[in-house]
């Protein structure tokens, strides 16, 4: 199996991975495959920085989907079959949005203009990643799309996505929600602050931002919102459903560092026992090694006495007083090279048997426009992608 079979075969292809890997170029580079191959592909992305908006040559992309323009393709010299569209997650217009499809219109207002509201709206740890999947069924469900690819948040953990789900059940937990109805002052504030830890890390952080009358607020909140929250749990269930479908594949985005690596292979074996298996992974900004190439000889790498006699032979060769400096500064990026190899190929032997992965290498400038994008392909899905 190959990155282009799974891609090929999957409806719904999320990448995840630690901050900062290129969880997004990565997202928006397999949606352009899709569209390029001839699919109905949209990306959902998750980039606070805005970087995919530059990523697609759309100065801004609203909270709705955009189709990318074919005069856009066609100024980067790309001919799609398909076609492609994006879209920006923004966290507080998507509950909103909820709000508005859900919550009954007596109450919308009062939810809209709740300070408990727009607090969990904007902070609540999870409702990022929560949205983000809420998204994601409603484009899955609207069948517009027959690749939908989806970026992750930049969390240090990419586990959060994963969990998101269960976690905002747990959080709208209907015993929870009773707490909060019950009228405030009978249950008293430290009883509150007690029960639940994300429930009181929330309260603590309200206390402090508004003070002892968000109490009244918050159980205003959730009277009004008990009709969206009745239906909660069948969308919970309905994500998690998607998500394990047959048809979505965990992309896994990861560099070469020891760290990083060690975060992928965490994620992995957390993938497993969430029944959300990986089933790719891109090992992004890899420095390749230098390999002669010399006929008749088993080994394809060239040992530390071959590098110095390489270095020599620059130095020979340029004649300059930098030869020397240009030689160590090949011989280090040689042993950066050497020592990524043989961390992803101890990554490789933990991964489960079968799982395509693909070495993109660290290109000299940022990955951010349609036609970069898709110089990544040839890396992502082989030399047949570079036409
Ligand atoms: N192979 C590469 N070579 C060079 N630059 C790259 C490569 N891949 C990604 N980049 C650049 O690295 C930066 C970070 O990439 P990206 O935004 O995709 O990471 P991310 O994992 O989505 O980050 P975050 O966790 O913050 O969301 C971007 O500026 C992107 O253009
Ligand atoms: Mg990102």
Same mark, same amino acid.
């Given at each position: 199996?190959? #990155?282009?079979?799974?891609?090929?075969?999957?409806? &719904?292809?999320?990448?995840?991975?630690?901050?900062? +890997?290129?969880?997004?170029?990565?997202? @928006?580079?397999?949606?352009?495959?899709?569209?390029?191959?001839?699919?109905?592909? !949209?990306?959902?992305?998750?980039?606070?920085?805005?970087?995919?908006?530059?990523?697609?040559?759309?100065?801004?992309?609203?909270?709705?989907?955009?189709?990318?323009? @074919?005069?856009?393709?066609?100024?980067?010299?790309?001919?799609?079959?398909?076609? #492609? @569209?994006?879209?920006?997650?923004?966290?507080?217009?998507?509950? %909103?949005?909820?709000?508005?499809?859900?919550?009954?219109?007596?109450?919308? %207002?009062?939810?809209?203009?709740?300070?408990?509201?727009?607090?969990?709206?904007?902070?609540? @740890?999870?409702?990022?990643?929560?949205?983000?999947?809420?998204?994601?069924?409603?484009?899955?469900?609207?069948?517009?799309?027959?690749?939908? !690819?989806? %970026?992750?948040?930049?969390?240090?953990?990419?586990?959060?996505?994963?969990?998101?789900?269960?976690?905002?059940?747990?959080?709208?937990?209907?015993?929870? &929600?009773?707490?909060? +109805?019950?009228?405030?002052?009978?249950?008293?504030?430290?009883?509150?602050?007690?029960?639940?830890?994300?429930?009181?890390?929330?309260?603590?952080?309200?206390?402090?931002?508004?003070? &002892?009358?968000?109490?009244?607020?918050?159980? %205003?909140?959730?009277?009004?919102?008990?009709?969206?929250?009745?239906?909660?749990?069948?969308?919970?269930?309905?994500?998690?459903?998607?998500?394990?479908?047959?048809?979505?594949?965990? +992309?896994?985005?990861?560099?070469?560092?020891?760290?990083?690596?060690?975060?992928?292979?965490?994620?992995?074996?957390?993938?497993?026992? #969430?029944?959300?298996?990986?089933?790719?992974?891109?090992?992004?900004? !890899?420095?390749?090694?230098?390999?002669?190439?010399?006929?008749?000889?088993?080994?394809? $790498? &060239?040992?530390?006495?071959?590098?110095?006699?390489?270095?020599?032979?620059?130095?020979?060769? +340029?004649?300059?007083?930098?030869?020397?400096?240009?030689?160590?500064?090949?011989?280090?990026?040689?042993?950066?090279?050497?020592?990524?190899?043989?961390?992803? $190929?101890?990554?490789?032997?933990?991964?489960?048997?079968? !799982?395509?992965?693909?070495?993109?290498?660290?290109?000299?400038?940022?990955?951010?426009?349609?036609?970069?994008?898709?110089?990544?392909?040839?890396?992502?899905?082989?030399?047949?992608?570079?036409?």
């Amino acid at each position: 199996m190959t #990155l282009g079979d799974l891609v090929a075969r999957h409806q &719904i292809v999320i990448s995840a991975g630690s901050g900062g +890997v290129g969880k997004t170029t990565v997202a @928006a580079s397999l949606a352009l495959w899709g569209a390029l191959e001839g699919r109905r592909a !949209v990306v959902l992305t998750i980039d606070p920085a805005r970087r995919l908006a530059s990523s697609l040559g759309l100065a801004s992309l609203g909270s709705g989907e955009r189709d990318i323009p @074919a005069e856009h393709f066609r100024a980067q010299g790309l001919a799609p079959k398909g076609t #492609l @569209a994006a879209m920006m997650l923004d966290q507080k217009g998507a509950w %909103d949005a909820l709000v508005e499809r859900h919550a009954p219109p007596e109450a919308r %207002d009062r939810i809209l203009t709740n300070r408990f509201y727009q607090h969990l709206s904007q902070s609540f @740890a999870g409702s990022y990643e929560y949205m983000a999947i809420e998204q994601l069924c409603a484009l899955a469900e609207s069948g517009r799309y027959d690749l939908i !690819v989806v %970026d992750t948040p930049p969390t240090r953990h990419a586990l959060d996505f994963l969990e998101a789900p269960r976690r905002i059940a747990d959080f709208l937990d209907r015993k929870i &929600i009773k707490w909060f +109805v019950r009228p405030y002052f009978s249950a008293g504030w430290s009883a509150l602050r007690a029960m639940n830890r994300t429930a009181g890390f929330l309260l603590r952080r309200l206390e402090q931002a508004t003070g &002892i009358a968000a109490l009244a607020e918050i159980s %205003d909140f959730f009277s009004n919102m008990s009709g969206l929250f009745e239906n909660f749990q069948t969308r919970i269930d309905r994500a998690h459903e998607i998500l394990r479908a047959p048809g979505t594949a965990f +992309v896994l985005v990861s560099s070469p560092e020891e760290q990083v690596l060690g975060d992928a292979e965490y994620l992995s074996s957390k993938m497993a026992a #969430l029944r959300m298996p990986l089933k790719g992974v891109v090992l992004n900004r !890899v420095h390749a090694e230098f390999r002669p190439a010399r006929r008749g000889r088993g080994r394809d $790498e &060239i040992g530390p006495e071959e590098v110095e006699q390489v270095a020599d032979l620059v130095a020979q060769i +340029v004649g300059a007083p930098e030869a020397r400096e240009l030689a160590a500064n090949f011989v280090d990026y040689q042993a950066l090279a050497r020592g990524e190899s043989l961390r992803i $190929e101890q990554f490789r032997a933990g991964l489960p048997r079968g !799982v395509p992965v693909v070495h993109v290498p660290n290109f000299a400038r940022d990955v951010h426009d349609l036609a970069s994008l898709a110089g990544m392909h040839a890396h992502l899905f082989g030399v047949r992608a570079a036409a």
